[in-house]
């Protein structure tokens, strides 16, 4: 509520006044700022225990770290459980896990038009050096959170350990993936997309969605809400800071920028991919600034760790040209036999802006280890057919020139030690990443880990020896198990373990090691470990 004016002030002061209220309103609405006219309150002292969602950290730095909670006590209602006003909290950052003598502390106000999501970003910090955290609302305190930050940019590192993760369809499977995440000793946890999913199949219905599929705020706001229900995702998020990108089914299978396969309609869509952002912002542990301006929201980033690692997350949905080999406007991955479009050069997955940004930045690296991290599988993954070649639209190899754009700047930028991660495929991948894809004359320029679901289910057996043998690039490939891969890297050689179960709905479900594979410093290629 504004303040009453004093009756001493003058009509043009008050009008001048006004005029700068609402035009700071309006400016608000534009982009939905978190600022709202609104005196905040305490969380009413009848709700119900409101950090049911848990707590997060993310975006690591050498001095700063997100902290991330949300106030939804009754999660899957609209607003949360909450009144439609802004509600104070507090967070404390400390040392120890006791919280004897908090480091920082501060105040935060959660807006509804936010769903009442807290993003803290912490600056000031020690780096390479690990945090515990907690909010407090009313009498009510949160889980408490470990997080870490990132060595300085200069400093040497031995050894740098993470969890590549991506694909957890709810209604798939149980989380054993995220509880051994949670358990295990990392510098972070690496989500490369599919964080959740917009679409049901009823042939894997484990444990079903709340409701249909979303298309609006509300909806992916309680979808977000059933992933976080979830004790085991809800540990992986309290335990590490996270890194993420995203792929799909954060707003719809298959989308490509501004392309759908259900809405013919581009400004329908963007309405819809604006809810869907927003939902996705409000609901993981990424940086204040990131907040989304309407349809557009930028998540690729780079991170350093040391001198050891540069890490570049992209975003290969936001900007890339719809699936060739179509109708040209509505979206959808098909599996088709290649056609003439595939050669356009003005064809993109990353946009023209951020391949220039990612091209500049690995010429720049100084770090031993270059990371590029993304939503799927960049070697091929083509079928030979008794009818010809086969390609899948949707992933690298439907846009064959974007990507030979990608290696040639890989193998232009002089660098070594360049390690593609990506996920999407429901398959763990070890795969030699050639400027000419299967082509056994052509060099090694990078070497690639795909991570398989972490719940999502693969591809059949059969389709997967037709992938197999059409493409010896792929080292190793396995559809059948689901889990994660966990990476080392250190100066001698970087380490990729695929751990996996066959049991997705098995709720104990434990984990094994499905392969090991090692990429030597100073040799481009992956050997088995
Ligand atoms: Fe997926
Ligand atoms: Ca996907």
């Not at 907690?134 to 959170?145: K, N």
């Not at 350990?161 to 949670?182: D, K, M, N, T, V």
């Not at 979303?214 to 992986?236: F, M, N, S, V």
């Not at 581009?266 to 349809?295: K, N, S």
Request: hydrophobic content about 40%.
């Amino acid at each position: 509520m504004p303040r009453p004016a004093p009756r001493t002030m003058h009509r043009r002061q008050l009008l001048r006044v006004l005029g700068r209220q609402a035009a700071a309103l309006a400016l608000a609405n534009l982009f939905g700022s978190a600022r709202s006219a609104a005196r905040p309150v305490a969380l009413p002292a009848d709700s119900p225990y409101p950090f049911t969602l848990g707590v997060a950290s993310g975006m690591p730095r050498p001095t700063s770290v997100v902290l991330w909670t949300r106030l939804a006590p009754r999660p899957h209602e609209r607003g949360g459980g909450l009144p439609d006003a802004p509600i104070e909290l507090r967070w404390e950052l400390a040392a120890d896990e006791r919280f004897a003598a908090p480091l920082r502390s501060g105040s935060f106000v959660a807006q509804p038009d936010r769903a009442h999501s807290v993003h803290v970003e912490v600056e000031g910090l020690a780096s390479a050096t690990s945090y515990f955290y907690r909010f407090s609302a009313g009498d009510a305190l949160s889980p408490i959170g470990r997080t870490r930050t990132a060595p300085a940019e200069d400093a040497p590192v031995a050894r740098l350990r993470f969890a590549l993760a991506s694909c957890q369809h709810y209604e798939q499977g149980w989380y054993a993936g995220q509880r051994e995440i949670a358990a295990r000793d990392l510098d972070f946890v690496l989500f490369v997309g599919d964080y959740i999913y917009e679409s049901s199949n009823p042939r894997y219905r484990l444990r079903p969605h709340e409701g249909p599929v979303p298309t609006t705020l509300d909806g992916y706001r309680a979808r977000h809400a059933t992933y976080k229900l979830d004790a085991d995702l809800r540990a992986a998020h309290a335990a590490h800071p996270w890194l993420l990108t995203w792929d799909d089914h954060e707003v719809e299978n298959d989308y490509a920028g501004v392309h759908s396969r259900s809405e013919l309609d581009p400004a329908t869509f963007l309405r819809r991919r604006a809810a869907a952002y927003q939902a996705y912002f409000e609901h993981l542990p990424v940086a204040p600034a990131m907040a989304p301006q309407g349809p557009a929201m930028r998540i690729h980033d780079r991170y350093t760790w040391g001198r050891l690692a540069e890490l570049w997350t992209l975003d290969a949905r936001q900007y890339r040209d719809v699936q060739a080999c179509g109708d040209g406007a509505s979206a959808g991955g098909r599996v088709v036999a290649p056609c003439a479009e595939l050669d356009d050069p003005r064809r993109t997955v990353f946009g023209p802006e951020q391949e220039r940004w990612l091209g500049a930045g690995l010429a720049a690296s100084r770090a031993q280890w270059k990371l590029l991290a993304q939503g799927s599988q960049l070697s091929p993954g083509v079928a030979e057919t008794p009818f010809g070649r086969r390609i899948h639209s949707d992933g690298w190899d439907g846009y064959p020139i974007a990507r030979e754009r990608l290696l040639r700047s890989l193998a232009e930028s002089g660098q070594r030690d360049l390690l593609c991660l990506g996920g999407d495929v429901h398959r763990h991948v070890a795969a030699n990443v050639r400027l000419l894809p299967n082509d056994r004359k052509s060099p090694i320029v990078a070497s690639e880990f795909v991570c398989t679901s972490l719940t999502s289910r693969g591809l059949s057996e059969a389709a997967m020896d037709v992938l197999r043998t059409s493409n010896p690039d792929m080292v190793h490939a396995r559809s059948d198990e689901r889990g994660y891969a966990l990476i080392e890297l250190s100066a001698t050689a970087a380490s990729c373990d695929f751990r996996a179960t066959p049991f997705p709905a098995l709720a104990g479900a434990r984990l094994h090691s499905q392969a090991r594979f090692a990429v030597e410093a100073g040799v481009a290629g992956v050997q088995r470990d």
